[in-house]
């Protein structure tokens, strides 16, 4: 993500993870059962691997800001482009509920933006909070294998999930998600 992006929302922003983020990032991969699902790395590798991610073309890495404390509450990413589709997650986010549904709706707003056609994350069948919130979001779910679900989000979905947001939360067409 050789690029810096910073994409506005009601009451978070997505912004481009710099080293600086490191440590931030590193404790909320590593808060509680945030953990439990994710690979587990040394603080070192943490940051070694970030710093190669920074670099990466069509891999974008987003800290997940809110916009009143400032602070850091998660991450989320856009990245393994194929041909109009990309696999999104690296989400995590700490006691936030409202910016983790934001952070999700900002971040396919940007995908689709690119002209994505289709989306799809993983998710760990163990994982069942996260299960039950992208059941609830009204993908297509798919089990790949006995370890992990599929989740798949085509163009046509995200306009209805888009409609269905901005009525559930007041938004006009103006209006920034």
């Known amino acids: 993500m050789a690029q810096n992006i910073t994409i506005h929302g009601k009451h978070i922003t997505l912004q481009s993870a710099t080293i600086r983020d490191s440590k931030r990032i590193f404790h909320i991969r590593n808060h509680g059962e945030n953990s439990a699902y994710l690979h587990k790395?040394?603080?070192?590798?943490?940051?070694?691997?970030?710093?190669?991610?920074?670099?990466?073309?069509?891999?974008?890495?987003?800290c997940i800001v809110n916009n009143k404390s400032k602070e850091i509450v998660g991450t989320i990413g856009l990245y393994n482009f194929g041909f109009k589709n990309a696999e999104w997650g690296?989400?995590?986010?700490?006691?936030?509920p409202l910016a983790a549904l934001e952070s999700i709706v900002l971040l396919f707003e940007f995908a689709f933006n690119l002209k994505i056609r289709e989306l799809f994350c993983r998710v760990s069948v163990e994982n069942i909070h996260t299960l039950r919130l992208h059941d609830g979001l009204d993908y297509t779910r798919v089990l790949a294998n006995p370890d992990e679900t599929l989740y798949f989000l085509d163009i046509e979905q995200w306009?209805?999930?888009e409609k269905a947001y901005r009525q559930r939360f007041r938004l006009d067409q103006n209006e920034h998600l």
């Open 159 to 161: 306009k209805d999930f």
């Open 90 to 96: 690296r989400w995590v986010v700490i006691d936030d």
């Open 41 to 62: 790395s040394s603080e070192e590798v943490h940051n070694l691997w970030l710093e190669d991610q920074i670099e990466q073309d069509q891999d974008y890495y987003f």
